[in-house]
């Protein structure tokens, strides 16, 4: 069985680093792991020190990882809706689709959606390739967003399929009139129904396999949103890994340091009383640059329990 773990949460919490240090952690105990990024402002190449790109890379032993990109994904599509539209669209309203394709491959929809369908096709993949995969997500409202895609878009390409193939219908029976019946595959449609299989796919595969582990650093702000991104990941059917509290102060603070421990303490509270201390993991404050596997390996000792 695949493992999925994801690390969300709110920016600059540790994501990244936390993401990186447990995959390195589970590389080390021979799992055949893949770390993969989906912010697009990625960082997890330089939180191994390596540069990465789409297509998995070896890092260290059992250890792989990849930035994929959902800009890069959604020109690829619209390059193939493009070609679909050249066989199917009368010469002179081309430039007009095209004008509109382009725009639509700048939306941020498109582009979410287009970085859902490389993760689902990364997901796929690894199945024969990885034991566990280990998404370096955005922060939180950009990976509930993209974690709930599947049940928003499975309803949304059910309705464009039920149109297409009404559309089908009447072109076929208009054809059949003239004598001239037309069985040509649909490309468009099977796009769709290869699309909605392959979301549905990936909505069980999540629900089954896959946990969030969610990153805060104690403090209000982060606690809020952790609270919040559990209500919402929950709602959508999503199973809840962790709460990792990271940075956490060592107690033996002075001054301000000191008061900052306080508030801790109050967040530490809340965080306990609302998930359990069973789900509740603490990192602290760290010293190292935590960056490549030496500094990495600093950070996932405090991980053993996820
Ligand atoms: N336990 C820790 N102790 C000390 N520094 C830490 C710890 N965890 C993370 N950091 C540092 O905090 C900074 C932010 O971490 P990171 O980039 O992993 O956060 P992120 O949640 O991925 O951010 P973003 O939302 O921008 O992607 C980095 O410089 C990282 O080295
Ligand atoms: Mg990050």
Do not use: C
Request: glycine fraction near 10%; aromatic fraction near 2%; charged fraction near 25%.
């Amino acid at each position: 069985m695949l493992l999925i773990r994801f690390f969300g949460g709110k920016g600059g919490v540790g994501k990244t680093t936390l993401a990186a240090a447990y995959a390195l952690a589970q590389a080390r105990r021979g799992l055949r792991t893949l770390v993969v990024s989906t912010d697009p402002a990625h960082s997890l190449g330089d939180a191994l020190e390596t540069s990465l790109s789409d297509r998995p890379r070896r890092v260290t032993g059992t250890l792989w990882a990849a930035e994929i990109s959902g800009e890069r994904q959604a020109r690829r599509r619209i390059a193939e809706v493009l070609d679909d539209a050249r066989h199917a669209v009368p010469r002179e309203v081309l430039p007009a689709v095209e004008r509109h394709l382009e725009r639509a491959a700048e939306s941020p929809g498109t582009v979410e959606s287009a970085l859902l369908d490389r993760l689902t096709e990364v997901v796929e993949e690894a199945g024969e390739r990885w034991d566990t995969v280990i998404v370096d997500s955005a922060p939180t409202g950009h990976m509930v967003r993209l974690l709930s895609l599947p049940t928003l878009l499975t309803p949304w390409i059910e309705g464009l399929a039920r149109h297409r193939r009404r559309a089908r219908h009447a072109d076929r029976l208009a054809a059949g009139l003239l004598g001239d019946p037309d069985d040509a595959a649909d490309p468009l449609l099977e796009r769709l129904q290869a699309r909605r299989a392959r979301l549905g796919r990936l909505r069980t595969r999540l629900g089954e396999d896959a946990l969030v582990h969610l990153v805060l650093v104690p403090e209000r702000l982060p606690l809020a949103e952790t609270l919040r991104a559990a209500d919402v990941l929950t709602g959508a059917g999503l199973p809840l890994g962790a709460v990792v509290v990271n940075r956490v102060a060592s107690g033996d603070e002075t001054g301000v340091l000191a008061r900052r421990r306080e508030q801790e303490e109050l967040v530490l509270a809340t965080v306990h009383e609302r998930f359990g201390a069973d789900a509740v993991v603490t990192v602290p404050l760290l010293p190292g640059a935590l960056t490549g596997t030496a500094g990495l390996g600093e950070a996932a000792v405090w991980l053993g329990r996820l």
